[in-house]
């Protein structure tokens, strides 16, 4: 029903692609301007109340303490879900945690589900791994079924079909709803509320015939076995009550100690994501309660590298996510190149340090992710758990590179690395390099005005050795003709001017 990202391009390829849809640019533009806008309202309501920064502090102390005592917690956790009535399964990785939830839909011999939005069941590819065994998963978020039966690929977290305009929601639905179950209306219009009813109608028949729910969730209170989801629209409600047997895929690092520990999340999230004082539904559940909802009840915990994660003294912050997006929306590099470029269900500055601390760095991908970013530090002051993604991104780029080391052929920029380090070592050898550049810059000079890759033009500049990626948006300087040394000395140290 939805595209994957396996196979995606590496990020510079993959964002080069994205920066020449001009529809594209033009909806995350407009959409990531709302939600920046909602959200900076509701922050300065706070900060003159409560003060912002002392509530990302207390979200970052929660979040840390649940990391530190991972192991108990969810020892914890798993006693009060057992107890609660609740199968609790272990899944190491994506295989193991599909498999159980494969299993589950079989001996119910049901050949569809019905899901929460989940970026953890997007992470674990369990829409195409329940398809493989004839068994339909449909998602019952609005912006999700965009994504779904666009045949198309989310590309935010807490948005996934925010690259679509009303127009193209319309379209899809006409066309699309049809085949799946309850057609849209034959006279749609491309109004919100026109498009949210027809969802509604669609969805509606689904929920009520589903025997087997999926669902994620934001946190997992260990001391009580208590899951909890936030949302906009109810659908999660819908699939967390009315069918008869639940699985709920939750990562580990999903877990807080206390009820109590929740209050500064709970303020954290909504205002950080939809700029909202609180989210239109909380949801909680604890086990089984006989005659009231899901009478079967199961909850995978996953790792699938987030052990490999907190094991990382500097990338384990990112374990703090709560999934808002707020950096996202004012990433300049997110607003322009859009999700999809960064091959993963977790797109944005987040997703440039988490896939590589879960996956692991090597693959050609995953290893352009922590590049993906001007640095800019506008990500860690959005981000309600003060997770310092600028830190992490230079933490990882330097895993990237000591992993290339050993390469057979080496890579142009470590050649030319190598090159600069034996010219700048040895003063003689600088020497020449100086007197071969200004050498350069004295021939180039004679063609004064040098044609750019692109077809710009500017006087003195040229593309230079390996210079495509460069110069596609930066002019390379030509060489001066006359190095600072030598200047110096022709002028004894600037006294004769020159």
Not at 75 to 101: C, S
């Amino acid at each position: 029903m939805s595209g994957t990202f396996v196979g995606m391009p590496a990020f510079p390829s993959a964002a080069k692609a994205a920066l020449g849809d001009t529809q594209l640019r033009h909806n995350l533009a407009h959409a990531t301007g709302v939600i920046r806008a909602k959200r900076a309202k509701l922050v300065e309501e706070v900060e003159e109340n409560l003060g912002w920064e002392d509530l990302r502090l207390a979200g970052a102390a929660v979040k840390d303490r649940a990391l530190r005592d991972l192991g108990d917690n969810l020892e914890q956790l798993e006693a009060a879900l057992t107890a609660a009535g609740a199968t609790v399964h272990w899944a190491r990785d994506a295989a193991e945690a599909n498999a159980v939830v494969i299993e589950v839909a079989k001996r119910h011999q049901v050949d569809e589900v019905v899901k929460v939005k989940s970026m953890v069941t997007g992470e674990i590819g369990l829409n195409e791994a329940l398809e493989a065994e004839g068994i339909a998963a449909w998602e019952t978020d609005l912006a999700e079924i965009i994504v779904q039966l666009g045949h198309d690929l989310p590309s935010h977290i807490l948005v996934p079909a925010i690259h679509r305009n009303r127009a193209e929601i319309r379209e899809i639905f006409l066309r699309e709803m049809g085949k799946v179950g309850r057609p849209a209306p034959a006279d749609l219009t491309d109004e919100p509320a026109a498009l949210a009813a027809a969802a509604r109608e669609h969805l509606r028949e689904k929920f009520l015939r589903a025997k087997v729910a999926v669902s994620g969730a934001n946190f997992a209170v260990a001391d009580s076995g208590t899951l909890v989801v936030v949302e906009s629209e109810g659908n999660g409600r819908m699939c967390l009550t009315l069918p008869e047997v639940l699985v709920s895929v939750v990562g580990i690092e999903k877990v807080v100690p206390t009820w109590a520990e929740l209050d500064p999340l709970l303020r954290l999230l909504p205002r950080s994501s939809t700029g909202e004082r609180m989210n239109p539904y909380t949801s909680t559940w604890t086990g089984v309660t006989p005659g009231d909802g899901p009478q079967e009840v199961h909850v995978v915990l996953l790792d699938n590298g987030r052990t490999r994660a907190l094991a990382d003294e500097v990338g384990r912050q990112a374990l703090r996510c709560i999934r808002c997006s707020a950096c996202l929306n004012v990433c300049p590099v997110y607003e322009r190149a859009g999700g999809h470029a960064y091959g993963s269900v977790y797109p944005g500055p987040i997703g440039a340090i988490l896939n590589p601390l879960l996956k692991g760095t090597g693959d050609a991908q995953t290893d352009s992710l922590p590049y993906a970013s001007s640095l800019c530090g506008a990500c860690f002051e959005a981000c309600p758990v003060r997770i310092d993604i600028p830190e992490v991104l230079v933490h990882l780029r330097a895993q990237v590179v000591d992993g290339h080391r050993e390469d057979t052929v080496p890579k142009l920029e470590a050649v030319a690395f190598k090159g600069a380090a034996y010219a700048l070592s040895d003063a003689k050898r600088l020497t020449l390099a100086e007197k071969g550049s200004g050498l350069a810059g004295r021939v180039l000079s004679r063609f004064g005005r040098t044609t750019l890759p692109g077809g710009r033009k500017a006087a003195g500049r040229i593309p230079g050795p390996g210079a495509a990626k460069w110069t596609s948006a930066r002019d390379l300087p030509a060489p001066p003709a006359e190095s600072f040394r030598a200047w110096w000395k022709r002028t004894d140290g600037g006294k004769d001017g020159g």
